[in-house]
T-cell receptor
Framework: NAGVTQTPKFQVLKTGQSMTLQCAQD?????MYWYRQDPGMGLRLIYY???????DKGEVPNGYNVSRLNKREFSLRLESAAPSQTSVYFC???????????FGQGTRLTVV | GENVEQHPSTLSVQEGDSAVIKCTYS??????FPWYKQELGKGPQLIID?????GEKKDQRIAVTLNKTAKHFSLHITETQPEDSAVYFC?????????????FGTGTKLQVIP
């Protein structure tokens, strides 16, 4: 039982490059989330998907897009990376919105 | 929107002592309050949660209290051990626009000194 799996674990991008962060969960959860974690700022929601086929913006969506490919997978895309997007990114899933969220191990992204 | 404040940002205690982390929230409609522990290099993991219809919940050495009138909730860890050293996040969850929105505090780095 893998839980929530994120790839890659580390990534360095040049300004303007694009990339996609992958996330998959094997717990049959309805809701999936993408957060970014910056020092002193806790976890901030980028996008979420309440169920398969739906996505909505969170607190800090600018510069990102997402795809809920199926119930298991939720990807985050940076179309044109900027240094301000240097952060640690976490994918999470939960059965419903007000139940325990399970987090992946995180992706440490550096944009130079 | 919901605002969650968490204090202190860092906390050092001697092994065996108690640790208390406090959070306040702004929206009285928040109804779910989870606490997460994040160890170095890992994702956060739920350690305890409480819902708005409950005032206190305990799980072995960990307890959480909720004061809805004052809009604050606290995490209590008794008999601390070195493996309790980590960053702890509180969160408040509220129904908003068709989904349950979770707002996290800024975290408390707990160091337990052997």
């Amino acid at each position: 039982n893998a839980g929530v799996t994120q790839t890659p674990k580390f990534q360095v991008l040049k300004t303007g490059q694009s990339m996609t962060l992958q996330c998959a969960q094997d717990m049959n959860h309805n809701s999936m989330y993408w957060y970014r974690q910056d020092p002193g700022m806790g976890l901030r929601l980028i996008y979420y998907s309440a169920s398969e086929g739906t996505t909505d913006k969170g607190e800090v969506p600018n510069g990102y897009n997402v795809s809920r490919l199926n119930k298991r997978e939720f990807s985050l895309r940076l179309e044109s990376a900027a240094p301000s997007q240097t952060s640690v990114y976490f994918c999470a899933s939960s059965r419903e919105g007000n139940t325990e969220a399970f987090f992946g191990q995180g992706t440490r992204l550096t944009v130079v | 929107g919901e605002n969650v404040e968490q204090h202190p940002s860092t906390l050092s205690v001697q092994e065996g002592d108690s640790a208390v982390i406090k959070c306040t929230y702004s929206d009285s409609a928040s109804n779910y309050f989870p606490w997460y522990k994040q160890e170095l290099g890992k994702g956060p993991q739920l350690i305890i949660d409480i819902r708005s219809n409950v005032g206190e919940k305990k799980d072995q050495r960990i307890a959480v209290t909720l004061n809805k009138t004052a809009k604050h909730f606290s995490l209590h860890i008794t008999e601390t051990q070195p493996e309790d050293s980590a960053v702890y996040f509180c969160a408040a969850s509220i129904r908003s626009g068709g989904y349950q929105k979770v707002t996290f505090g800024t975290g408390t780095k707990l160091q337990v000194i052997p």
